[in-house]
C-alpha cells in the first residue's frame, strides 16, 4: 500500500489596520461594521456584520439574527448571501466583508466565516462560476483577505460531487 501526501494552503493578505486596504474595500468593511449595530444577538451577545459587493458594484449589508431556538438564527454572512440570491440572482457576489462590533475593547480576535456560511458562500460561488473575496477582521486589529472562498473551504462539497437529476440515495 502506497501512501500519498498532499499539503493544502491558504494564502491571507494581512493588512495592520484597514486604513491599509484599498479604498473600496476600506468601504465595504465599514458598510459590515455598520450592520452589526443592527444585529438581533440577545442569547451571545455577538454582533456580527456583513457586506457584500455585487459584480455590479450593488453593495447589500445585512447582520446576524438570532432565535431562542438557536438552530433557527442565522449568520451575517449567510443572511447576505440569500438575500443576494433572492434579490439579485443574476448578479455574482465579488468581494464579502465580515467583521464584529462584539468583545473587549482591545480585542483583536479574527471573525471567520463558520462552516456553514463557508458552504453557503461556495454555493453561490460556484453558482455564478467566480471567485468570492473575503475580507475579514475582529473588532479591531489586523484585516485578513483571501483570494477565494477555496482557501477557508478546500475540498468544498460541489455540484460535481452530486449526480444531477437524481434523487439522493435513502
Do not use: W
Not at 18 to 45: G, K, M, T, W
Request: hydrophobic share 40%.
Amino acid at each position: 500500500m502506497t501512501i500519498h501526501y498532499h499539503r493544502l494552503e491558504t494564502l491571507l493578505e494581512i493588512y495592520d489596520q484597514p486604513a491599509d486596504l484599498p479604498v473600496e474595500d476600506q468601504a465595504l468593511l465599514e458598510r459590515a461594521r455598520a450592520a452589526a449595530v443592527n444585529s438581533y444577538s440577545p442569547y451571545s451577545n455577538f454582533k456580527v456584520g456583513a457586506a457584500a459587493r455585487l459584480a455590479t458594484g450593488q453593495v447589500l449589508s445585512g447582520s446576524n439574527q438570532e432565535n431562542i431556538a438557536y438552530p433557527s438564527g442565522l449568520c451575517a454572512e449567510s443572511i447576505i448571501m440569500f438575500a443576494a440570491g433572492a434579490e439579485y440572482p443574476n448578479d455574482a457576489v465579488v468581494t464579502l466583508a465580515v467583521t464584529t462590533i462584539s468583545g473587549p475593547e482591545d480585542s483583536q480576535e479574527l471573525v471567520t466565516p463558520c462552516g456553514v456560511c463557508r458552504q453557503v458562500i461556495a454555493e453561490y460561488r460556484n453558482r455564478h462560476g467566480h471567485p468570492i473575496r473575503i475580507i475579514m477582521q475582529g473588532k479591531q486589529g489586523p484585516v485578513y483577505v483571501v483570494a477565494d472562498i477555496q482557501g477557508l473551504l478546500p475540498l468544498m462539497f460541489e455540484n460535481a460531487t452530486v449526480k444531477k437529476n437524481e434523487p439522493a440515495a435513502l
